[in-house]
């Protein structure tokens, strides 16, 4: 998790150069009530994308009071058939409670165990940080799950993005022999993430 803080509160300026541990604080004289509430959770997210799902970032970015607080939240919304693909937080151990929908939730240990489980409303999940996770919603209706993290910039590393949708491009032999497919392959999936 992130370090302690060092001071009640240090709302991030975020117009200032990032340092080791977070932002600088903005000047206690110009903290009001506005800065301790966030409402970017409060709508529903466009679930109209190729995976069928949004993810809605409650960040220091977004959310500058998370500055040096260690936690964060993010809403995940997913539409019947949808994905939250599969990624990692290289920064923080995610939770997350499901507030409606059916999911199938799953963790990828790093001996390739996979765990799994179908998820209903109010019901609880944990992911170890830096772990493969996913959700995808095998119901009928919309999922809503509510995630939060030990860290008030967590990080997301979406696989299939990251590897097939870097700038510059992953040398197509590097993902060839990595996956042990004809260039066809490889270039198709590129297409799509390109
Ligand atoms: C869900 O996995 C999330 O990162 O919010
Ligand atoms: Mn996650």
């Known amino acids: 998790s992130d370090p302690d803080p060092l001071q009640d509160f240090c709302i991030a300026d975020l117009q200032s150069p990032i340092s080791l541990t977070g932002f600088p604080c903005k000047p206690a004289s110009n903290v009001t009530s506005n800065d301790f509430f966030f409402n970017g959770l409060a709508q529903e997210g466009d679930t109209n994308s190729p995976f069928g799902s949004s993810v809605l970032l409650g ?18 919304d997913i539409a ?29 240990s790093t001996s390739n165990v996979l765990y799994t489980k179908n998820l209903t409303a109010g019901e609880m ?3 170890p940080r830096g772990l493969v996770h996913f959700q995808m919603n095998i119901g009928e209706e919309k999922a809503l799950i509510f995630t939060a993290f030990n860290s008030h910039l967590p ?9 097939f949708g870097s700038r510059p491009s992953v040398p ?10 004809e260039q066809s392959v490889v270039d198709q999936i590129k297409s799509k993430f390109g």
């Not at 990692?88 to 939770?95: D, G, L």
């Not at 990080?155 to 590897?163: H, K, P, W």
């Open 59 to 76: 960040n220091v970015l977004a959310f500058p009071a998370l500055n040096t607080l260690g936690l964060s939240m993010n809403r995940v």
């Open 80 to 108: 019947p058939g949808g994905l939250n693909p599969p990624h990692t937080h290289p920064r923080a151990t995610e939770t997350g409670v499901v507030i409606r929908g059916k999911l199938l939730v799953g963790l990828i």
């Open 125 to 127: 999940f944990v992911v």
């Open 155 to 163: 990080g997301a590393v979406i696989v299939s993005l990251n590897l």
């Open 172 to 181: 197509t032999d590097v993902l060839t022999k990595a996956f042990q497919v």
